[in-house]
């Protein structure tokens, strides 16, 4: 049975049976290449939703068998029929792209979940395999897109060239999957003199994935140079290209903060110098516009939490032991200085960075300073911003937990404010939020909640007549917690 013949459920049902047989190299050396023939019936189909989705549902199957399989690539037999299906996987995402006038047609290969797609299942290849395995990804990916670029009969494909069409700049996605897991070695050896291409075609390209992708491709290879003058002159080089770029309009903006949260990043993970340098202009974008302050705001979760697909333990990434607990140390006075100036018209920015660092430091570091900073993140929960809220009412939620002594001290600033969020806060995840957070505040010693038990218990009546049933549900919850206080 051919799998086009097949409905919707069925095809699913037969990716999934494959994904299930396909546990040994063997039966996997038959499936993979068929898929990849299936994929290349799909991309000369129609564009369409349905064959969209049918391209994306084999791609998945195609990754998730390459999952199964990364543990057991012993010898060079195992890995030998990876080689074509790696090479013509690429290949089948760069034809379209070559196409002159007709990439401007929707294709199923040009669609960016596609590309994101592809590029799962390359990491998939690259991270948690042997080293015969990232030896053949390292040589496919190099021949691939590299003589390629190099090859004076393929003029019309320069993927990393910010002028070319967006079809083919989004296949940095594919390079960044692949090159950000390589070794320090190999990203001196192959791309450490592309830097300046990558930091061009991150700033000034039109299109977010390819900027994202060409943003972390150069975080990724910043973080394992070897920290010597060369590259520090280097970097020093890009950076004062970016700010400058911080003068153009918004849309240049956002695209050159992007790539300075990235790059910022991949020097605070290695403690290098220039990390700090770079946190602190980051923080100073906090005055700018609406849009790029938020995205600068946002920056600061990117730098201290753990990207799923580099920057990691998984992807070689030099990452130093206690940098969390140094940005912590050099970045909170910044930050509480601005919150403490009568005059900064900025506030809610500083307590959207000030609430991600609480959230993403160890809680050892955290609960010797928390006397200090739990007034100013009460305090945020009065912004207008939302996502502020919500991520101010999630470490409010965990700290309750964690240092319940601390937050009983506080109970009569915070419970009227909960309330208040629980009764009128526009977005649902934030009255939903805020019911969990009083519902776990009456865990905290006796003597310190009572007094507020019949506030609390009135209050909470109003959120059982809620719109929405997940609100309902935790009003339910949170008010018996309270009802029940000294009962017995």
Known sequence: MELEDCGDVDQKRVLRLLCVVSGHHKIASVTLPWLLQYLQTLSSSPFNTDTLETAIGVMECARSIVE??????????????????????????????????????????????????????LRACIQGVSSKMKTVVIKVTKRTFWTLIASPDTTSFNPLDFRCPWQ?????????????????????????QHLTTFRNLACHTHHQLTCVNAAKLYSSIVNKLPADDDM?????????YVWSCMSE??????????WWIWTTKALVIRSHPLGKTATGKLLSLFTSSESVARVASDGIYVILNEAPDLLNSKSHAIVKLMYKQQFFIETVPLLVEQLNNPHNAHKQYYLRALSHVMQAVPKQV???????????????????????????????????????????????????????????????KVRIASLQCIGALSGLPLHQVLPYKNEVVQSLEQCLDDKKRLVRKEAVKGRSSWFLLGAV
Request: charged share 15%; glycine share 2%.
């Open 68 to 121: 199964h399989l990364s543990v057991l690539c012993d010898d060079d037999n195992d890995i030998e029929y990876f080689k074509p299906f790696l090479s013509d996987m690429l290949n089948l995402f760069i034809e379209p792209t070559l196409n002159g006038d007709s990439i401007v047609e929707p294709q199923v290969m040009t669609n960016s979940s596609m590309v994101t797609s592809c590029a799962t299942l």
């Open 168 to 192: 083919q700049t989004q296949l940095v996605t594919l390079l960044t999957a692949t090159t950000s897991s390589f070794e320090v070695s190999n990203v001196v050896r192959y791309f450490s």
């Open 366 to 428: 955290l609960l010797g300073e928390l006397p200090s900073l739990l007034p100013l993140l009460i305090a945020s929960l009065q912004c207008p911003d939302d996502g502020l809220q919500l991520s101010t009412l999630d470490g409010i939620y965990a700290l309750l937990f964690d240092a319940p002594d601390v937050m009983a001290t506080h109970v009569p600033t915070i419970i009227p404010k909960l309330l208040q969020l629980a009764q009128h806060a526009i977005t649902m």
């Open 249 to 258: 309009d918004e849309a240049v903006q956002i695209r050159a903060v992007t």
């Open 232 to 240: 520090e002159h280097c970097v020093i080089l890009d950076m004062d």
